[in-house]
């Protein structure tokens, strides 16, 4: 068995730069409180980082000083427990838009985080604003945590002040996402086999409950423009949503093991996701067309094995905001950057034990946790893209697959803006 197609020469692929690690701290902690890092995120507009450090807590760094201290100090920066606790008692409002490093105690493990900022013209759904105990301002930066508990709370950024505990779901909250709008429309993925979707600007209303996983929910992620949901989960599961009527649309069919994420591309064509049967596959998520598929084991295992364990199980994926690269991170030891146009890693890292991964705002980092609640950064794949590409881009942000091939263009243009060539 191997990693790479046999036209691949392994020692030709490129290795990933390393730009710096945060490592989790070794003080003992509770036992019954797991150590893993299950997620990670940055801020839509790249000031913080965050990540769930094990032991109930999230810690927040300010994106540029860590860079900063990757340059300064070397790759190495180990958090310190003694690092600044913000809450409601002793946070301080007079810097509240000066980024801090902080901790956040969730007072129970954290599987899920999401960063999310308010557009002041995205009005709430519901009619009685008034009455609204919250009014969000433009510069609102929110942090929202799922927890083991199911419970979701919601906490400002700048402040550490928990603004709101969300309480529905009766298992694990596995994933978090805002709609990129500015809405502040927040989807949950359970355990509990449903997806639940709150409204923060009606002080946290749960506005749907949408059903359909028959088994958990692992991931979820809305489009570009807000309008389409995918989640994913266990039994092979891909879903996409309606989010402006919350009715299903269709279920992609093709995995042959859990699903556990998924990403949209920057414009919205295309949709990545990963699954515990070895693979990613790359779909048109207007059609249910797989256009790619990025395999990590080769020969491919048949369905029958690719649906139990094989020591490939693919963990996380991410788009890269250039819409050119993919990022995917397995359990065989290893981070794999794929681009759009091609069937092998155009870059690899070593990672172990790795769960989680996202690109950075800007696309240039990638960051990936880990088992022992650590965080990995590389140096991401970078080129120009081409003018074709940005005009395929700007093109498909708003229109779907189907009205571009009405279009009365040469059929080698169709492919190309199809994402099919």
């Not at 000083?65 to 008692?89: A, D, E, V, Y």
């Not at 950024?157 to 500015?182: C, I, M, Q, S």
């Not at 990590?296 to 788009?319: C, E």
Request: glycine share 6%.
């Amino acid at each position: 068995m191997a990693s790479f197609p046999p036209r691949v020469n392994e020692k030709e692929i490129v290795r990933s730069r390393t730009i710096g690690e945060l490592l989790a701290p070794a003080a003992p902690f509770d036992k019954k409180c797991g150590r893993e890092n299950w997620t990670v995120a940055f801020a839509p507009d790249g000031s913080y980082f965050a990540w769930s450090q094990g032991h109930r807590t999230v810690k927040l760094v300010p994106w540029s000083q860590c860079l900063k201290n990757f340059l300064l100090h070397g790759t190495k920066n180990i958090t310190n427990s003694s690092s600044l606790r913000l809450s409601r008692q002793n946070s301080d409002g007079g810097q509240k838009n000066k980024p801090r490093e902080h901790i956040i105690d969730c007072g129970d493990i954290v599987w899920s985080l999401a960063f999310g900022s308010s557009v002041p013209e995205k009005q709430s759904r519901c009619v009685n604003i008034e009455w609204h105990r919250f009014r969000f301002g433009q510069d609102q930066l929110l942090l929202a945590t799922g927890l083991n508990n199911g419970r979701i709370k919601i906490w400002d950024v700048y402040t550490g002040k928990l603004l709101l505990n969300l309480v529905d779901h009766t298992e694990v909250v596995r994933d978090l996402t805002f709609a990129p709008d500015g809405s502040l429309i927040l989807v949950s993925a359970s355990r509990d086999k449903t997806l639940r979707v709150w409204d923060l600007k009606d002080d946290g209303n749960m506005m749907k409950v949408l059903r359909g996983h028959q088994n958990w929910v692992y991931s979820c992620a809305f489009s570009p423009d807000s309008s389409m949901l995918c989640s994913v989960g266990a039994s092979k599961a891909v879903f996409l949503w309606d989010m402006d009527k919350y009715t299903m649309i269709r279920k992609l069919e093709g995995h042959h093991h859990d699903v556990v994420a998924c990403d949209f591309s920057p414009d919205g064509a295309l949709l990545a996701t990963a699954s515990y049967d070895t693979r990613v596959y790359i779909w048109d998520p207007h059609t249910g067309d797989i256009l790619m598929e990025f395999g990590h084991l080769f020969p491919p295992p048949t369905p029958i094995f690719a649906g139990g364990a094989n020591d490939r199980w693919v963990r996380s994926v991410s788009f890269s905001h250039d819409g050119l690269h993919v990022a995917s991170l397995a359990d065989d030891k290893m981070v794999r950057f794929w681009r759009i146009d091609e069937d092998y890693p155009v870059q690899v890292a070593p990672l172990s034990n790795g769960l989680c991964c996202a690109f950075s705002t800007d696309g240039s980092v990638l960051a990936a946790g880990t088992h022992d609640g650590s965080v990995y950064f590389w140096a991401t794949p970078r080129q120009v893209p081409s003018l074709q590409h940005l005009c395929r881009m700007s093109i498909r942000r708003v229109m779907p697959t189907q009205e571009v091939q009405e279009l009365p263009i040469p059929s080698k243009v169709l492919e190309f803006l199809s994402y099919r060539i």
